[in-house]
């Protein structure tokens, strides 16, 4: 018989570092891939898995987040499934969630109500697939009441992540944040475990830990700062292997994908992964396919030898004599004749008028921009326009902003 299984969707980032995408929205209810948010990911992996029971925590500037979730993740009431958006709601004082941990601690209502053998607690806003049932059968299987999943990277990037040092039997014995030096892995020396923010916990356990982390004055509330060290410290938690992870459909390239796209670089860089030929990460794999509400528009049109070469090109979108390259074009965009656009992100409903130039940029929704008008081709005049340029230089147009000269 199959447990009982809530899913925690961890939804309530402000996304500081990707400002100003994030001036107006949630940091999971952030475009990705032309059609979908970024918590479209999550969502996804959790449904395909059969992990059909999803409370999805949100705080910060929600309201886009919660409509996306209302219009497009729904199940069946008639087989006690159900997707629902849970506010921070003051449950038990009169403070918003002071960190991870306390969101949940803030939200036991919903453990208490649905009384489940397990607790899966995922984060909303990285890039991936995975079946997260053999996650779930790893962590019966070990009978540790923590489970991390981790993903090895190279130890020369180690110092970017929080790191797992496991043993041969995947059992935790210290959690790095962001170390120097950080531990091989017993049959990879080269490689280190990093943390993806996903946890699955046996309830009891689970729920022991949060209420003394909550009586805890000195803690910061957080999973991956207190709790799981605090499961790892007692012998407690044990690692999940991503490689493991089988996944139907998986091409070879983009097997085992996971990006975090928490800056402006590297959201720019997870969207270039889309385009090519051979993509890292295939967004066209029916076998597990990401879900989304799609926008009720035409199909995409090209007029006036208009073009667009290694590309996404999202419904409702007119290439009118202009030329599109190795970019993502979400619903309802219009590139105009003579204008160009080069590695670049274009969000739902934006106009580049004639002869204007586009390179290496994202633009939020409904960005016009006028004709003639380059972006991203010099970096110091588009700062003087008060636009964002990240260290790598991807300039960033704010959203409904009109860009003249």
């Known amino acids: 018989m199959r447990p009982n299984v809530l899913s925690l969707v961890l939804a309530g980032g402000e996304g500081k570092r990707l400002m100003p995408l994030t001036a107006d929205r949630a940091k999971p209810a952030v475009p990705f891939g032309g059609t979908y948010r970024l918590i479209d990911f999550v969502m996804s992996n959790l449904i ?51 960190g991870s941990a306390d969101a949940i601690y803030q939200s036991l209502n919903l453990i208490a109500d649905e ?24 962590h019966i299987s070990s009978g540790l009441p923590a489970t991390v999943a981790g993903i090895r990277v190279p130890r020369s990037q180690g110092s970017q992540f929080g790191i797992i040092d496991a043993d041969a039997k995947n059992r935790i014995a210290r959690f790095l944040e962001k170390p120097e030096d950080p531990p091989g892995l017993p049959d ?64 070879e390239k983009d097997l085992n994908y996971w990006r975090d796209v928490g800056t402006i670089d590297a959201y720019h860089e997870a969207h270039m992964d889309l385009v090519s030929v051979d993509p890292e990460f295939n967004l066209y ?19 006036l030898r208009g073009t667009a070469e ?18 993502v074009l979400s619903p309802n965009c219009m590139i105009q004749k003579w204008s160009r656009v080069d590695e670049s992100v274009l969000f739902a409903g934006c106009q580049i008028s004639e002869g204007a130039v586009i390179r290496r940029a994202i633009l939020d929704k409904n960005v016009v921009v006028s004709p ?12 003087d326009r008060g636009l964002f340029v990240s260290p790598t230089g991807i300039t960033v147009v704010p959203k409904n902003m009109v860009v003249n000269e």
């Open 48 to 98: 395909n898995s059969g992990l059909r029971k999803i409370a999805v925590l949100t705080q910060y500037k929600s309201h886009s987040l919660n409509r996306h979730i209302s219009l497009t993740w729904r199940m069946s009431t008639l087989l006690n499934q159900y997707v629902t958006s849970v506010p921070a709601q003051q449950r038990t004082g009169k403070q918003w969630y002071q």
């Open 115 to 138: 009384h489940p053998d397990y607790v899966v607690v995922f984060g909303a806003d990285n890039i991936y697939r995975m079946d997260v049932d053999q996650m779930l059968d790893a």
């Open 188 to 251: 990879s020396p080269e490689e280190c475990f990093a943390s993806m923010g996903n946890y699955i916990f046996t309830t009891k356990a689970f729920v022991d830990l949060l209420m003394r982390d909550a009586e805890d004055d000195e803690s910061g509330h957080d999973m991956g700062g207190n709790v799981i060290p605090a499961f790892v410290a007692s012998g407690q938690a044990g690692v999940y292997d991503f490689t493991k992870n089988e996944m139907p459909g998986a091409t």
């Open 285 to 303: 794999n029916r076998h597990w396919p990401i879900m989304t509400h799609q926008a009720q528009s035409p199909g995409a049109k090209f007029v």
């Open 310 to 327: 290694d590309s996404i090109v999202s419904s409702g979108c007119i290439i009118s004599g202009g030329d599109v390259d190795r970019s």
């Open 372 to 383: 003639r008008v380059e972006i991203g081709v010099d970096h110091d005049h588009d700062r």
